[in-house]
Nanobody
Framework: QVRLVESGGGLVQPGGSLRLSCAAS????????MSWYREAPGKSREMVAY???????RYADSVKGRFTISRDNAKNTVYLQLVNLRPEATALYYC???????????WGLGTQVTVSS
C-alpha cells in the first residue's frame, strides 16, 4: 500500500524558514519522481518543486532561490526546505510520487504552512 506522509508544516513569521518532509512507503522510492505541490485558499494547486529519480530538480519561478527540494533514498524521504518565507507562501503543501509505470501520481494528505506575523 502506497503511503506518503507529509510533516514539518506550521506557523512561521515572514522571513522565517521551515523544512517539510514526506515519508514514503509501499513502493520503490528511488525509482520514483517526487514533487511538492501547494494549494492556497482561493487558488489553483501548483507544482513548486520537482526532483526526479536521477536527482534533477525543477522549481516554479515563484520559489526559485528560496525553496530547495532534496531526497534521501536511504530514508525513503523527500524534503522541501523553505527559507525567507513570505505570506503568499501560506498553503497546504502536498508531496506526490510518480513512478515509471504509473499513469497518475500518488498524493499525500498535505501539511499546512502559514506565514504570518
Amino acid at each position: 500500500q502506497v503511503r506518503l506522509v507529509e510533516s514539518g508544516g506550521g506557523l512561521v513569521q515572514p522571513g522565517g524558514s521551515l523544512r517539510l518532509s514526506c515519508a514514503a512507503s509501499g513502493f520503490t522510492f528511488s525509482a520514483y519522481d517526487m514533487s511538492w505541490y501547494r494549494e492556497a485558499p482561493g487558488k489553483s494547486r501548483e507544482m513548486v518543486a520537482y526532483i526526479n529519480s536521477d536527482g534533477r530538480r525543477r522549481y516554479a519561478d515563484s520559489v526559485k532561490g528560496r525553496f530547495t527540494i532534496s531526497r534521501d533514498n536511504a530514508k525513503n524521504t523527500v524534503y522541501l526546505q523553505l527559507v525567507n518565507l513570505r505570506p503568499e507562501a501560506t498553503a497546504l503543501y502536498y508531496c506526490t510520487a510518480l513512478g515509471p509505470l504509473t499513469l497518475l501520481p500518488y498524493w499525500g494528505l498535505g501539511t499546512q504552512v502559514t506565514v504570518s506575523s
